[in-house]
């Protein structure tokens, strides 16, 4: 039997897990501290009925700055008022988009309108035409009797 091919196969296999391991944990060095987790499930499990107080007490643990997976998404919870000020003043733009979804690139004509559009001057341009179009003081006057009516039927109808 010529077992040299199942040898390279093995071996090529191997490689590859320990190349993927290691970009692993590249990108694992960037985050910060946090809990061991369940394969599938993440950290789900350590958090119980009332969330607030399971993660303070993570945070006196891990710090102000901790990292979980609830299942497969990746979360980063500040718990500090330091902390926070870090994430949206200074760094504000970095965290100002709205992570990409299929379904918003489909629902949205490709994250083109208000809601899901990424943080640009697409964005601020669209946010400045509603803003003076659609939602000045006339606009809203002008909509005063509709919403009054509107009103008025949900009354009639309690």
């Not at 369940?38 to 006196?60: E, F, T």
């Amino acid at each position: 039997m010529d077992w040299t091919g199942t040898i390279l196969a093995v071996a090529a296999l191997i490689l590859f897990l320990q190349v993927l391991t290691w970009r692993r944990r590249d990108v694992n060095k960037r985050l910060p501290s946090g809990l061991r987790r369940v394969s599938i499930l993440g950290n789900l499990l350590s958090i119980g009925s009332k969330p607030h107080q399971d993660l303070q007490q993570l945070a006196h643990k891990y710090g102000p700055i901790m990292h979980l997976r609830f299942g497969m998404v990746l979360v980063i919870v500040v718990s500090s008022p330091e902390a926070a000020e870090l994430f949206l003043k200074t760094h504000d733009l970095v965290f100002a988009s709205r992570p990409p979804h299929e379904s918003s690139k489909h629902i949205s004509y490709n994250q083109q309108n208000l809601v899901f559009s990424l943080y640009s001057s697409y964005w601020r341009n669209m946010r400045k035409m509603c803003t003076l179009e659609l939602l000045n003081n006339h606009k809203i006057a002008s909509f005063r009797s509709m919403g009054k009516q509107e009103l008025d039927l949900l009354v009639q109808r309690i």
